[in-house]
Each structure stands twice: as structure tokens, then as C-alpha cells.
């Protein structure tokens, strides 16, 4: 039996939910799942999932495997499954087996989507599932002697055709086949045809759900986050992830994010809604791809000084930010952290502990002019926030003159100085009467 959920937790977890439910609307997903998850007792329960995404305004397309309900018709046909380099030789027989898995596996998907029960949670649902020839593909051909016969590559995605489907409020539905303009039909891969949609269509996320966690080898721990670089390096360096079945979705994430694709995830699809999890909470489930390596945020080190007093200079002339000394911010530097592009420092922010008070105060955030606008500030004040909460303090405060209201609209209120910590409040410099804002933290969920 499930645990009640006390009404107090359940308002605190949907007003948690908010900010995402905001960011994913009118975004882009691509999810591609395996044939071995339809066949899975709680398929409806990700079907479900799926439809909710829809409704939050979500333009999803679903991308589903077969493998495992073709090699079951083949072998009820006394057939045995050919593979080579782990990909299907698709004979006669085979593409028989694919057309009819496939055809069925849509169907079921379809049926799932369009259940709306009054007693179930699809009720109301009403959604519109698209399905169609938005894949051309080509043989693969003849590799190393080997003729694959019906087993192709994706050759193009119909990306308007998708879009139009899209725009109306419906969910795509592809399989995992293509069809050539000679009329023929191919066998792909399911994760093929999901990254190059999603790169096709420039995705905001690739979804990859899995049969396996994302483990590293060397600690067996799960990996929460990779850049590209890194994912590559960990594919090549470390043999049990390059042997486990996680690989291909690796590689697959690796794909998408180099060719533009913002994010690829990887989820154990048997984590019971993995996606909403992993979409709807701060910490997630998954394993999350970027490509980062161009910006990084990281702890500011003492060769950033310069960097960080370049950026804050025009701020300090202008009376934005209090003025600091290069001996201060020295002093001071593990206490920032910094986004570096290209080189450049064009981001930074420092946390300022008050420990006996359990307050710590947010500093010097600063954004370079010419990245302002896209949430770099945002993720300062996240990244601070979380490490804030590890270090176990409870109230964050900041000090503005111009910038209270940006501050208002990510949770902090207004208070007095008597408010502030009694060192901060020695040091507070009333000629400049900055405005006092806090916020309070929610302790950390891990
Ligand atoms: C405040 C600052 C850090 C925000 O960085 P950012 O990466 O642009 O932040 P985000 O992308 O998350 O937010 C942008 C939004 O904040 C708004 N915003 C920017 N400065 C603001 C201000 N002073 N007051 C209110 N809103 C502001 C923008 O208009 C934009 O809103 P919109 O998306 O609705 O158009 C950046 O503008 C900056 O460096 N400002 C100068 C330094 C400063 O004021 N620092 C605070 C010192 S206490």
C-alpha cells in the first residue's frame, strides 16, 4: 500500500512543480522507448505520463522500439533472429514479423492514448495520436559481406509534416520503420529514428528510457550528469559502460546534443515515472547529457580575479554593485562562483556564510551585458542556492539598490536591516540604503 500523502506535502509538491510546468510548456521532447517497455506491466502508467506531459502543453513525440515482439513472432515461426555488430538482418521473414510488431504495437499505444475512463487517470484526456510516413529511409546495405537486406537508416525526417502534427495539440507516434521513395519499407533502430527526429526537429530534450541505469564502472554509482566530452571519454575509458546495454543510448545522447539537440536524459524506464521525476523535481533520476563544455559554471579559483573584476568594473562605476578591492575579492574568491565562456568570464556570484545565524548572504551576481536575458542569472542563484542548502542554511539574503524586483520574482521578500546577521548588520552602509530581500531555503531533498 502506498503511503497517504498528507494534503500539506501534496500543495508543497505541486507549487514545487510550477516552475517547471512554466519551462517545458511549448517545448519540444523527444522520448524513445523499447519494445521490452510496452511489453511491461506498467506500460499504461508511462502512457499516462505521456498524456500529462500533453496536457502541460508538451509537443511530444514518441519514438517506440520492437525488438523483443519481433524475435517472439519469428521464433513462434520456428525463424531464428540474425543479427550482426548488434543490428538485425532483416530477410523476407523478418520484415513480415516487423510490419506485423510494428502494426500491432502502435495500435496498442494508440488505444492506451485514447482511453479516458471518468475513473481513470486519462479521463478528459482527449488526445489525438499521429502516426505516418514521417521517416524516409535506406538501405543499409552490404558491411563487411554482410547483405542486411530490409534493415535501413533514416535518410530524412519529414520535420513540417511532424511540426503540423505538432502545432495541433497531437502526440507523434513513430516506429521504428522507414519507407524509401522506391516504396519500400525498412527495419531501423528505434533510437536512430528517435535522435535524428530530434535533431531533425532541434529538440529541446531527447528522452532515451532504458533498461539500465547509467552506471560508471569504476564507483558503480549512478552518473547524474555529462557533458558530451565526458560522455565520449567514459565510453572509451571505461569497459563495463562501453559493454552495458546503456551504450548505444549513450552514444545516441552524445549524437543529438552534438548536432543541437539542448538535452538528452537517460532513465531506467522501470523507475515507476521516471520522466515525471526526472522532469518535475530539482534532483531528477536520470542521467543528463549536455553539451557544456563551451560555458561551464564551476567554484571560481584565484587566477579568475581578473576575469571577475573586468566583469564587475562597468557594475561598480554605475553604483550597481558596492565596489571591491582585487586584495578583497582574493580573499574572497572561494566564495564565488563563475560562468566561463570561451574563456571568458561572463557570469559570476559569490555566497557569503553567516554560519551561527544560518543566513548566508548572495553577492556580487553580475551577468557580462552581451549574455544578460537568458537565465544565466537564474542559474547563479540556483547553483548558490543548492550549495547554500548543503551547507545547511536556511535563509539567503541579498542587499540591492536596482535590482530588488528580479530578486522578488525568484522568492525573495522584502525585510528590515534588523533582520540581518549582526556582522552584516555592523557593516551595512546606510548611505547607500540598499534594499534588505530574503528568502527562506526548503532543505534539500537528497
Ligand atoms: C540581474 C542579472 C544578474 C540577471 O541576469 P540574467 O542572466 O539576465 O537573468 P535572467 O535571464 O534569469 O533574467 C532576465 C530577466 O530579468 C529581468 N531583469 C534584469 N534586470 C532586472 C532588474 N534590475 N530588475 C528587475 N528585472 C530585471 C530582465 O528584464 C529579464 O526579464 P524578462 O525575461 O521578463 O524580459 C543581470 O541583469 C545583471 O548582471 N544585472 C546587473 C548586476 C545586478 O544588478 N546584480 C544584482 C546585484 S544585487
Same mark, same amino acid.
Given at each position: 500500500m502506498?503511503?497517504? $500523502? ?18 517545458h510548456?511549448?517545448k519540444?521532447?523527444?522520448?524513445s ?22 496536457s502541460?502543453?508538451?509537443r511530444l513525440v514518441? @519514438?517506440?522500439?520492437?525488438r523483443?515482439?519481433?524475435d ?8 531464428e533472429?540474425h543479427?550482426?555488430q ?5 530477410d523476407?521473414?523478418?520484415l513480415?514479423?516487423?510490419?506485423e510488431?510494428?502494426g500491432?504495437?502502435?495500435v ?5 492514448l +485514447?482511453?479516458?475512463?471518468?475513473? +481513470?487517470?486519462?479521463a478528459g484526456?482527449r $488526445?489525438r495520436?499521429?502516426?505516418g510516413?514521417f ?19 533514416v ?6 509534416g ?7 495539440g497531437?502526440?507523434v ?6 519507407y ?8 531501423? +533502430? =528505434? ?9 531533425a526537429?532541434?529538440a ?10 547509467c552506471l560508471?564502472g569504476f564507483d ?10 565526458e560522455?565520449?571519454v567514459?565510453?572509451k ?8 546495454e ?6 545516441? =545522447? ?5 548536432h543541437g539537440?539542448?538535452r ?8 515507476d ?16 547529457? +549536455?553539451?557544456?563544455?563551451f ?6 579559483t584565484?587566477q579568475d580575479?581578473s ?7 562597468p557594475?561598480?562605476q554605475n553604483?550597481v ?10 580573499t574572497? $574568491?572561494?566564495?564565488?562562483?563563475v ?6 568570464i561572463?557570469g ?10 544560518r ?5 556580487c551576481?553580475?551577468?557580462?551585458n ?14 548558490l542556492?543548492?550549495?547554500?542548502? @548543503?551547507l545547511?542554511i ?6 540591492t539598490?536596482q535590482?530588488a ?6 522568492g525573495?521578500e ?12 555592523a557593516s551595512?552602509?546606510s ?14 531533498l537528497?
Open positions: 502506498p503511503t497517504p $500523502i498528507s494534503p500539506e506535502a501534496y500543495v508543497r509538491w505541486f507549487r514545487d512543480s510550477s516552475p517547471y510546468i512554466h519551462a510548456r511549448g519540444t521532447f523527444v522520448v522507448f523499447g519494445g521490452e517497455a510496452v511489453a511491461d506491466s506498467g506500460f499504461p502508467n508511462t502512457i499516462h505520463d505521456f498524456a500529462m506531459l500533453n502541460l502543453g508538451v514518441l @519514438v517506440h522500439g520492437i523483443p515482439q519481433v517472439a513472432r519469428l521464433k513462434s515461426r520456428g525463424v533472429a543479427y550482426h548488434g543490428l538485425r538482418i532483416t523476407n521473414t523478418a513480415e514479423c516487423v510490419k510488431a510494428a500491432t504495437v502502435r496498442e499505444i494508440e488505444a492506451l +485514447s482511453q479516458g475512463l471518468a475513473n +481513470s487517470p486519462m484526456a $488526445i495520436v499521429a502516426s510516413n521517416v524516409t529511409a535506406k538501405p543499409v546495405g552490404v558491411r563487411d559481406g554482410v547483405d542486411f537486406q530490409h534493415t535501413g537508416e535518410r530524412r525526417i519529414d520535420v513540417d511532424i511540426r503540423g502534427e505538432l502545432d495541433r497531437d502526440i507516434l513513430l516506429s521504428a520503420i522507414g524509401s521513395p522506391t516504396g519500400e519499407v525498412f527495419n531501423l +533502430s =528505434a533510437e536512430q529514428v528517435a535522435t535524428s527526429a530530434a535533431i526537429l532541434k529541446d530534450k531527447l528522452l532515451l528510457l532504458t533498461e539500465q541505469d560508471s558503480g554509482q549512478l552518473i547524474r550528469q555529462l557533458t558530451t566530452g560522455a565520449e567514459l565510453l575509458n571505461d569497459n563495463s559502460l562501453a559493454d552495458s546503456v551504450a548505444p543510448h549513450l552514444k545516441a =545522447a552524445v549524437e543529438a546534443c552534438c539537440v539542448r538528452a536524459h537517460l532513465l531506467d524506464r522501470h523507475i515515472g521516471a520522466v515525471l521525476l526526472e522532469l518535475f523535481t530539482r534532483d531528477g533520476v536520470g542521467t543528463l547529457v +549536455s553539451k557544456t563544455a560555458e561551464t559554471m564551476r567554484p571560481a584565484v580575479v576575469g571577475v573584476l573586468d566583469l564587475i568594473a557594475l561598480e553604483g554593485l558596492v565596489p571591491r578591492s582585487r586584495e578583497r575579492l582574493e574572497d $574568491i572561494e566564495d564565488f562562483i560562468i566561463e565562456r570561451d574563456g571568458l561572463i559570476c556570484a559569490a555566497l557569503h556564510v553567516f554560519k551561527e545565524e543566513m548566508g548572504e548572495l553577492a551576481l553580475a551577468l557580462h552581451d549574455y544578460r536575458g537568458e537565465k544565466r542569472g537564474e542559474r547563479l542563484l540556483e547553483h542556492e543548492a550549495k547554500a542548502r @548543503v545547511h536556511e535563509r539567503l539574503f541579498v542587499l539598490t535590482t524586483h528580479w530578486f522578488r520574482e525568484r525573495f522584502p525585510a528590515r536591516t534588523t533582520d540581518l546577521p549582526e556582522a552584516r548588520r551595512y552602509n548611505h547607500r540604503a540598499s534594499k534588505v530581500l530574503i528568502k527562506p531555503l526548503k532543505p534539500s537528497a
